[in-house]
C-alpha cells in the first residue's frame, strides 16, 4: 500500500531568528549555524522572528512586543509542531495548543554578573528566563555550568534539562 505524500514531506521545525537581521552576535552565530545543521540534516527550517528575513518577520516590531504578544498567534497557525527558541528566553508566555517548545539558554551573566548590565535589563531577564523555563518542554543548556547555574537559580526540573 502506498503512503501518502504527507509522511514525505520533510520534518519542520520553527527557529527563533529574532538576531538574524542583527549584528553578529554569539547567540546569532548559534542560531544561523543551528538553522544550517538542521537543514543539512534534512528538516525544514521556518526562521520566526527575525526583524526582515525569513518566512515570518516581524517588521518594525520590537523584539519583546513580538515575542510576548505576538508569537503564540504565529505559531498557532504554523503546521511546524515545534518551535527552538535560541536566545535565552523568547518562548511564549504560555503554551501554545499543539507545539512543542525548546529553549537554549546560553548563560547567566544578568545573574551571574549583575554590575554588568541595566537593573531594568536584569529584571527583564529574570521575568522572561523565569516564564520562559516554566512553559518550556525541553531546555537545552550550552554547558554544565549554565545549566548549574539554572538549576541553582531557577525551579526547573530536572527532566528538562539536555546538555550540549
Known amino acids: ?8 514531506l520533510p520534518l519542520s521545525v520553527a527557529l527563533d531568528a ?13 542560531g544561523r ?3 544550517e545543521a538542521l537543514e ?3 528538516l525544514r527550517v521556518r526562521r520566526i522572528g527575525a ?11 520590537s523584539r519583546t512586543i513580538y515575542f510576548l504578544a505576538k508569537l503564540a498567534p504565529v505559531l498557532s497557525n504554523l503546521d511546524e509542531p515545534l518551535f527552538h527558541a535560541v536566545c535565552n528566553f523568547n518562548l511564549p508566555p504560555a503554551r501554545v495548543s499543539g507545539k512543542q517548545l525548546v529553549l537554549t539558554v546560553h548563560d547567566l551573566i544578568p545573574e551571574l554578573l549583575p554590575q554588568s548590565v541595566s537593573l531594568a535589563y536584569r529584571l527583564q ?9 516554566r512553559v518550556a518542554d525541553k531546555i537545552i543548556c550550552v554547558s554544565r555550568k549554565t545549566r548549574d547555574d539554572l538549576t541553582a537559580r531557577f525551579d526547573v526540573a530536572e527532566e528538562k534539562l539536555v546538555v550540549v
Open 18 to 30: 529574532s538576531l538574524w537581521d542583527e549584528p553578529t552576535t554569539g547567540i546569532a552565530l548559534y
Open 51 to 61: 526583524r526582515h528575513a525569513g518566512e515570518n518577520p516581524r517588521g518594525d516590531t
Open 40 to 42: 543539512k540534516a534534512g
Open 33 to 35: 549555524k543551528l538553522a
Open 125 to 133: 531577564f529574570r521575568l522572561w528566563l523565569s516564564r520562559s523555563v
Open 1 to 8: 500500500m502506498a503512503r501518502p505524500a504527507e509522511d514525505h
